[in-house]
Nanobody
Framework: QVQLVESGGGLVQPGGTLRLSCAASGSIARINDMGWYRQAPGKERELVARIIGGSPNYADSVKGRFTISRDNAKNTVSLQMNSLKPEDTAVYYC????????????????WGQGTQVSVSS
């Protein structure tokens, strides 16, 4: 009933910028919070940034470089990534806690399919 679709990934040089976007669609009653995770080859998926109740949280590795924002009316979340480093290379996943219209009192965890971010010279 609900889908998350990411966009904006690509290949950039170190020091470059990218902006990721995620749109939630479907039978949505309410979205509690949204965020971004990433997973590099051979590593576990890790939290990059999350915004809850208008308050953003960031992994220490991206503080000062990444900015998360959310448009509640459009059910979207974005991640502005500046001063990108090779260590940022990973598949980035959108995540959201959503209650559907079918079960508006039940919160579920939804994931997008991911978008590749590659930082290399």
């Amino acid at each position: 009933q609900v889908q998350l679709v990411e966009s904006g990934g690509g290949l950039v040089q170190p020091g470059g910028t990218l902006r990721l976007s995620c749109a939630a669609s479907g039978s949505i009653a309410r979205i509690n919070d949204m965020g971004w995770y990433r997973q590099a080859p051979g590593k576990e998926r890790e939290l990059v940034a999350r915004i809850i109740g208008g308050s953003p949280n960031y992994a220490d590795s991206v503080k000062g470089r990444f900015t998360i924002s959310r448009d509640n009316a459009k059910n979207t979340v974005s991640l502005q990534m500046n001063s990108l480093k090779p260590e940022d290379t990973a598949v980035y996943y959108c995540n959201a806690i959503i209650a559907t219209m079918k079960s508006p009192g039940l919160w579920n965890n939804y994931w997008g399919q991911g978008t590749q971010v590659s930082v290399s010279s």
